[in-house]
């Protein structure tokens, strides 16, 4: 059953721990004030408690997730955290999956899992309890606690090893229905993030290690967000860097105007201090990227490989593993067995003739003329180097390259941009990346067996509130968004232990509130106003309304709200039905 009001309750009911000091651990702002404020607190590396201000707020995200994900049709159930080896065996993440899966066993030596997500288990139950076309579409959810054993856990909520999260997964009958059943999903979760008054933006993403087709990824816009997001200042184009598509060159390449000569570099061997050393732009140079192919024997040709990048552009590795195959950077060692010279001197000059060696360019390499790059040979380099008359341009040209502010938007409208954000949901076709492997099956109209087609949509509840407090914050503390902030609103009445005029109308605006349906909590602590006005700025409680003897003999109350500078004045009488326009505004 949904919470839909939240008990109204005095600070002496509850329990209010600050600190003016975060721990030495506490590395991004969230993290930290988080612990002052008293949300979260430290069990192990990457496990907290949710204290009581904190669950709360985990508590409304949850509701609204629930509410939206109901409207949607989505049906909610809940799967176990422990699952049985067998059915990530049946799918290979068993073995794939990598040390961040918290493998246990029982006392029969039986193995298990600490999911760190569903696909498996909702895989099993549907394959065992959907048996018709007539019970197709469904989506089914839950909201569980996950664990992922991160080898190094840090930013508290944002990088921590138990979080909780949302999946749903949906199954259908053929495409066309599992692209609709995303697009209601991409749909829920616009209002889902609408409603946490958030700023966030989807882009389209890659689908990594859990596999399918096409996903978006929705981010929370912060400065301090540690994914770059690209979009189009001038159409609805967005991509994160991983996915976001560097348009090949439209320019021409330049005649050759210098000649071929080979330069001493002694000591230089980073592209920027090779252009430097030679006073060139860093655009002039040629960085070479040596890489095993782990997915080719060692004794196969191209099992080295060697990608050409412009020296001012970084390599994007998801598009490089697509474009080449499963790899990892070569070695020193690897580099010198190979190619006889060590790396920061390595250029294309004389490798074309190499028949063990996989050569790749990024598109921006094939326009560059007069370019500098390695000659092969400690401490030195080539200059004036052009393309077909000094050497070959490598077969396989393809986008590796991350984009750069300015370069043209795919779609054709406007250049991009780049912004920082958190990402704290994600919606895939998975196709049928798992009814295949675990031979999940429905019987169409003609009594034959079809496997289903998935989607898999993920929100992380509690990194959310991280996010929320990464965007919305100050000096003094926590900004929350009214519609997941602990409470609403918060009186401070001041002496309320010693003033009976105060307390009596404390008491009475608090029932008044109460009656409203709002969610206020009374601090009648009895703590000096400084105390109460820090601790609930540090929570950072949206709307808040003091109380005192001077303001009450002249008939009025004080408001402020949180991003407000200064308070102001209320007649007393009018407070209630101020408050209720203010939350009703918002």
């Given at each position: 059953?949904?919470?839909?009001?939240?008990?109204?309750?005095?600070?002496?009911?509850?329990?209010?721990?600050?600190?003016?000091?975060?721990?030495?651990?506490?590395?991004?702002?969230?993290?930290?004030?988080?612990?002052?404020?008293?949300?979260?607190?430290?069990?192990?590396?990457?496990?907290?408690?949710?204290?009581?201000?904190?669950?709360?707020?985990?508590?409304?995200?949850?509701?609204?997730?629930?509410?939206?994900?109901?409207?949607?049709?989505?049906?909610?159930?809940?799967?176990?955290?422990?699952?049985?080896?067998?059915?990530?065996?049946?799918?290979?993440?068993?073995?794939?999956?990598?040390?961040?899966?918290?493998?246990?066993?029982?006392?029969?030596?039986?193995?298990?899992?600490?999911?760190?997500?569903?696909?498996?288990?909702?895989?099993?139950?549907?394959?065992?309890?959907?048996?018709?076309?007539?019970?197709?579409?469904?989506?089914?959810?839950?909201?569980?606690?996950?664990?992922?054993?991160?080898?190094?856990?840090?930013?508290?909520?944002?990088?921590?090893?138990?979080?909780?999260?949302?999946?749903?997964?949906?199954?259908?009958?053929?495409?066309?229905?599992?692209?609709?059943?995303?697009?209601?999903?991409?749909?829920?979760?616009?209002?889902?993030?609408?409603?946490?008054?958030?700023?966030?933006?989807?882009?389209?993403?890659?689908?990594?290690?859990?596999?399918?087709?096409?996903?978006?990824?929705?981010?929370?816009?912060?400065?301090?967000?540690?994914?770059?997001?690209?979009?189009?200042?001038?159409?609805?184009?967005?991509?994160?860097?991983?996915?976001?598509?560097?348009?090949?060159?439209?320019?021409?390449?330049?005649?050759?105007?210098?000649?071929?000569?080979?330069?001493?570099?002694?000591?230089?061997?980073?592209?920027?201090?090779?252009?430097?050393?030679?006073?060139?732009?860093?655009?002039?140079?040629?960085?070479?990227?040596?890489?095993?192919?782990?997915?080719?024997?060692?004794?196969?040709?191209?099992?080295?490989?060697?990608?050409?990048?412009?020296?001012?552009?970084?390599?994007?590795?998801?598009?490089?593993?697509?474009?080449?195959?499963?790899?990892?950077?070569?070695?020193?060692?690897?580099?010198?067995?190979?190619?006889?010279c060590p790396s920061g001197y390595l250029g294309p000059v004389g490798l074309s003739e190499r028949t063990d060696i996989a050569l790749y360019a990024d598109h921006a390499v094939t326009v560059m003329s007069d370019f500098i790059c390695g000659a092969n040979e400690k401490d030195m380099h080539y200059t004036g180097v052009n393309w077909e008359r000094d050497v070959p341009l490598p077969s396989?040209?393809?986008?590796?390259?991350?984009?750069?502010?300015?370069?043209?938007?795919?779609?054709?409208?406007?250049?991009?941009?780049?912004?920082?954000?958190?990402?704290?949901?994600?919606?895939?076709?998975?196709?049928?990346?798992?009814?295949?492997?675990?031979?999940?099956?429905?019987?169409?109209?003609?009594?034959?067996?079809?496997l289903m087609q998935m989607g898999c949509y993920g929100i992380g509840v509690t990194r959310i509130m991280g996010a929320a407090i990464e965007q919305n914050n100050d000096e003094r503390g926590i900004i929350w968004p009214v519609s997941i902030a602990p409470f609403e609103v918060v009186l401070c009445p001041l002496g309320y232990?010693?003033?009976?005029?105060?307390?009596?109308?404390?008491?009475?605006?608090?029932?008044?509130?109460?009656?409203?349906?709002?969610?206020?909590?009374?601090?009648?602590?009895?703590?000096?106003?400084?105390?109460?006005?820090?601790?609930?700025?540090?929570?950072?409680?949206?709307?808040?309304?003091?109380?005192?003897?001077?303001?009450?003999?002249?008939?009025?109350?004080?408001?402020?709200?949180?991003?407000?500078?200064?308070?102001?004045?209320?007649?007393?009488?009018?407070?209630?039905?101020?408050?209720?326009?203010?939350?009703?505004?918002?």
């Open positions: 059953m949904l919470i839909k009001e939240f008990t109204v309750m005095r600070a002496s009911q509850f329990f209010i721990s600050t600190l003016k000091e975060a721990p030495a651990d506490a590395e991004i702002i969230s993290h930290k004030l988080m612990v002052r404020a008293g949300m979260i607190r430290r069990l192990g590396s990457g496990i907290y408690a949710y204290m009581p201000m904190g669950l709360r707020v985990i508590h409304k995200i949850e509701n609204i997730i629930r509410e939206e994900m109901n409207r949607a049709g989505a049906v909610e159930l809940l799967m176990p955290l422990v699952q049985p080896a067998e059915l990530w065996q049946e799918t290979g993440r068993w073995q794939k999956y990598g040390p961040e899966l918290l493998r246990v066993k029982d006392r029969h030596d039986r193995d298990f899992i600490i999911q760190p997500t569903s696909e498996e288990v909702i895989t099993d139950i549907a394959r065992n309890v959907i048996k018709s076309y007539r019970q197709l579409p469904i989506n089914f959810y839950h909201i569980q606690t996950k664990f992922r054993d991160e080898r190094r856990p840090r930013f508290g909520l944002m990088r921590g090893r138990e979080f909780t999260m949302k999946d749903a997964y949906s199954f259908d009958r053929d495409v066309a229905g599992l692209k609709k059943s995303y697009q209601v999903m991409f749909d829920a979760y616009i209002k889902i993030f609408t409603r946490f008054g958030l700023k966030f933006r989807p882009v389209a993403a890659d689908n990594g290690a859990i596999g399918g087709s096409g996903s978006h990824e929705f981010h929370v816009i912060a400065d301090t967000g540690e994914d770059a997001l690209v979009y189009s200042r001038d159409s609805d184009y967005a991509a994160n860097m991983e996915a976001a598509v560097a348009l090949p060159p439209t320019a021409q390449r330049a005649a050759p105007s210098k000649t071929l000569q080979k330069v001493p570099t002694p000591g230089q061997k980073a592209c920027e201090d090779v252009t430097t050393f030679l006073n060139q732009p860093l655009s002039q140079s040629l960085k070479v990227i040596a890489a095993i192919r782990t997915d080719i024997p060692e004794e196969e040709a191209g099992h080295f490989a060697i990608i050409l990048m412009r020296g001012d552009h970084e390599l994007n590795e998801i598009k490089t593993q697509k474009n080449i195959g499963e790899f990892r950077f070569a070695s020193e060692s690897e580099i010198v067995h190979y190619l006889g396989t040209v393809a986008d590796f390259r991350n984009v750069v502010e300015g370069d043209p938007s795919p779609d054709g409208k406007g250049t991009l941009a780049i912004q920082r954000g958190i990402e704290v949901g994600h919606v895939f076709q998975l196709g049928t990346r798992y009814s295949e492997d675990m031979h999940a099956t429905y019987l169409d109209e003609n009594g034959k067996p079809q232990d010693r003033s009976e005029m105060v307390r009596n109308t404390a008491d009475k605006l608090y029932g008044t509130l109460k009656n409203a349906g709002l969610d206020v909590l009374m601090d009648d602590r009895g703590e000096r106003p400084g105390v109460m006005f820090s601790d609930w700025e540090l929570i950072g409680i949206p709307h808040r309304i003091v109380i005192g003897e001077r303001g009450l003999k002249e008939g009025k109350l004080e408001y402020q709200g949180r991003r407000d500078k200064e308070a102001t004045a209320v007649a007393i009488d009018d407070m209630a039905n101020f408050i209720k326009d203010k939350l009703a505004s918002e």
